[in-house]
């Protein structure tokens, strides 16, 4: 089992490029808000901090995280630049964990393979809620901001 050394919103600004020009999408799910809503400021605000101005971050929820994948590639219509995708799932008792978990990281991959806008994989899959709020704004940081650095440098990538 891994373990988290390092605060995820801990990043070096100056290796980040000024995304002033650039519009961001981001998808939340409704789902485990407390964590979604905590991911969603991490991003948010790393956007921001990197020169986006709040006008160029479009915010569409949907009910689950499952739903991400539609919202998604929907987002990718909306002349943007890059798409983050937040949510959170929580082992329970049944297998659901494991086919929404599954679903939603193959679908987002599906996005990245077949269309040309980056959507960046936010979506947290924890085994307990403690462990989501200690990546979401907690303990450990918050998720979203590095997500949110992610889809600035592949959105520069995609420029090239």
């Given at each position: 089992m891994a373990t988290v050394n390092k605060n995820l919103s801990d990043y070096d600004k100056a290796t980040i490029p000024n995304a002033k020009d650039l519009r961001f999408g981001i998808v939340?799910?409704?789902?485990?808000?407390?964590?979604?809503?905590?991911?969603?400021?991490?991003?948010?605000?790393?956007?921001?901090?990197?020169?986006?101005?709040?006008?160029?971050?479009?915010?569409?929820?949907?009910?689950?995280?499952?739903?991400?994948?539609?919202?998604?590639?929907?987002?990718?219509?909306?002349?943007?630049?890059?798409?983050?995708?937040?949510g959170s799932v929580i082992q329970g008792e049944t297998k659901h964990f494991d086919f929404v978990c599954e679903g939603v990281s193959q679908g987002i991959k599906d996005l990245n393979v077949l269309h040309d806008v980056p959507v960046i994989f936010c979506v947290l899959t924890d085994n307990t809620m403690q462990q989501g709020l200690d990546r979401s704004g907690g303990k450990h940081g918050n998720k979203g901001t590095e997500a949110a650095v992610a889809a600035i440098k592949m959105a520069f990538l995609n420029k090239k």
């Open positions: 939340v799910s409704e789902w485990n808000d407390k964590i979604t809503e905590g991911l969603f400021e991490g991003a948010f605000n790393a956007l921001i901090e990197n020169g986006v101005a709040e006008d160029q971050i479009l915010r569409w929820n949907v009910p689950g995280s499952y739903e991400l994948i539609f919202g998604c590639k929907k987002m990718q219509q909306q002349n943007v630049d890059a798409v983050i995708a937040i």
